[in-house]
């Protein structure tokens, strides 16, 4: 079940003109003719990155229109690249935005094990390549933010 308050996530997008098939220009991520894409957050807190087909359905009934772009959180503190959530995303036939940050799994985690000085200086070089690597795997196109 969607809660009425993720209809607002990126949704927000709702009340702007659209091309006709706002779908089309994703291939290689365009800007719409017209407009903006619609995107939508689904999930908040613990369940942010367990977005499912059934969601993203009840989203779009709830909305009355089909999002291009579904976001999802997947922190660092998550240790991998979440691949079988990006799987189901693109099997909806949607773009996948994936908010990509340093931090353990919850904003709440102090101290905060991902120091920006450490990031700096190379200490998490390897997770940020395997993780890029990982994306790069899927052969699709993924928004990162």
């Known amino acids: 079940m969607i809660r009425p308050y993720a209809a607002l996530g990126l949704g927000l997008l709702a009340g702007v ?3 006709a098939d706002p779908l089309a220009n994703l291939a290689k ?5 017209v407009g903006a894409y619609f995107g939508a957050y689904l999930e908040f807190g613990e369940l942010e990155e367990q977005v499912t087909l059934e969601r993203i359905d009840a989203f779009t009934d709830l909305v009355g229109k089909q999002p291009v772009i579904i976001a999802f959180a997947n922190p660092w503190g998550r240790g991998r690249f979440l691949a079988e959530q990006v799987r189901v ?3 909806s036939g949607v773009v996948l935005l994936i908010l990509w940050y340093p931090q353990g799994l919850t904003a709440t985690q102090i101290p905060n094990p991902y120091d920006l000085k450490e990031i700096i200086a190379g200490r ?3 997770y940020v ?6 994306a790069k795997a899927t052969g699709k196109p993924i928004l990162v933010s």
């Open 17 to 19: 003109a659209m091309a």
């Open 29 to 33: 991520l365009a800007p719409p003719a």
């Open 89 to 91: 995303i693109h099997r």
């Open 124 to 126: 998490w070089d390897a």
């Open 129 to 134: 390549d395997a993780w890029a690597a990982a």
